[in-house]
């Protein structure tokens, strides 16, 4: 098993955290907004009934957060080359991947809940092994279904390391959500919300460089092709 990416992702993300609020910050506000003006996509009916799940603010906060791992993408890829792109132009990025983003993560969503019904692990194992597919789609400028065919043949070798980190990162995410509900309640108010939307957003961008570190280092060798370097 590769050596664990985990730390060396977390430094880096923290190091180059400014540049990359440059992509995050409008979708901050956006997210923020929608979740004080709109329901939430999926609430508690108590003991009534099952939750209820609203689709057309589950398909708004889908759309949003496939804008925002595309400007996410667009900033990493900026990093590679020693430079830090501006909020318009990681829009103007990742709004050209929109289509092909779009694809990948419903496909992906799609495998999550069905490996998450099954259980957790394969539900994380489908999950890591489709992660490259954005990456390659940014980077290589690869068709959708070329870029998922080619994430599961480099995730082979890393999928053990990789899965390990999403689940330690997502146990991280989940304590910091179970400290800061224990704080403020079960009913937050917008300030608290605006917190909420903060730390998803945060843990959403060290997913992604995360996910980065492997792409790096799933890299296909070659001797005319060698990966750019975080470092």
Request: charged share 10%; net charge neutral; proline share 9%.
């Amino acid at each position: 098993m590769n050596p664990s990416q985990l730390f060396p992702a977390l430094r880096f993300w923290w190091q180059k955290l400014p540049s990359l609020m440059l992509a995050g910050a409008p979708f901050l506000v956006l997210l923020s907004l929608i979740a004080m003006g709109f329901p939430p996509p999926v609430s508690d009916a108590g003991e009534a009934g099952p939750p209820v799940i609203r689709w057309d603010m589950l398909a708004l906060s889908g759309l949003v957060y496939t804008f925002f791992e595309g400007a996410v993408i667009g900033q990493l890829l900026a990093l590679h080359h020693g430079k830090s792109r501006g909020p318009g132009a990681l829009m103007l990025f990742s709004l050209l991947l929109l289509p092909g983003l779009l694809l990948i993560n419903i496909i992906t969503y799609i495998g999550l809940v069905t490996g998450l019904a099954l259980f957790i692990l394969p539900g994380v194992w489908i999950f890591v092994r489709l992660a490259l597919a954005p990456m390659i789609l940014a980077a290589e400028q690869a068709s959708p279904l070329m870029a998922i065919r080619a994430s599961f043949q480099r995730t082979r070798p890393l999928q053990l390391g990789m899965m390990a980190d999403v689940m330690l990162l997502l146990l991280g995410y989940l304590g910091i959500i179970a400290l800061t509900l224990s704080a403020v309640g079960e009913q937050p108010g917008n300030l608290a919300q605006l917190g909420f939307t903060t730390i998803e957003l945060l843990v959403a961008m060290a997913l992604e460089v995360l996910v980065f570190h492997y792409y790096l280092l799933g890299w296909p060798r070659s001797p005319e092709s060698e990966p750019p370097t975080t470092h």
